[in-house]
């Protein structure tokens, strides 16, 4: 059975970020997978409807796992609470995966929605600390098993050991 991924479309060129860039060209391995069909590409804030450009946002000290469940906020660096955005974004893409069959899914780190490795801390100071975007969260809490996009040898590996 070929495992299909749920891809964030800034992976794959795609200008969705919330200051309008890509995160970075499309790599061998994901020409290779698109030619499969394996991917299914997906950006869940632009699904939830946010503008391109956004203002940049934040989880406010805490994680995805905690706006998921109505413990904590994601607010942009104007002030704005934008956590029901979020959230929407989380389920429609656990709901595009499902849909779709992903099996696991290759996210942008450090974003509000898509991060898995690494978020921002909510102080808008550039400051870093382990833990799990809305999405990225929702995702691997049913069973969709998420790698950044600085873990694609870890996904080819888990492919290959599945699909061996
Ligand atoms: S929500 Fe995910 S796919 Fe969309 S721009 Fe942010 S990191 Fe990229």
Known sequence: MINRILISACLMGFKVRYNGSEKAPMMAHLLRWQKEQRLVIHCPELAAGLPIPRSPAEIF????????????????????????????????????????????????????????????????????????????????????????????AELITWIEERES
Not at 106 to 134: A, E, H, N
């Open 61 to 152: 000290f805490a994680d995805g796992k905690d706006v998921m469940r109505e413990r904590a906020r994601i607010i942009e660096n104007t002030g704005n609470d934008v956590t029901e955005h979020y959230q929407l974004a989380a389920w429609l893409a656990l709901r595009t995966a499902q849909e779709s069959g992903c099996t696991a899914a290759l996210l942008t780190d450090g974003s509000p929605t898509c991060g898995s490795q690494f978020i921002y801390d909510g102080s808008f100071s550039g400051q870093r600390k382990p833990g799990m975007g809305v999405a990225a969260s929702l995702l691997n809490e049913h069973g969709i098993a998420v790698f950044s996009d600085t873990q694609l």
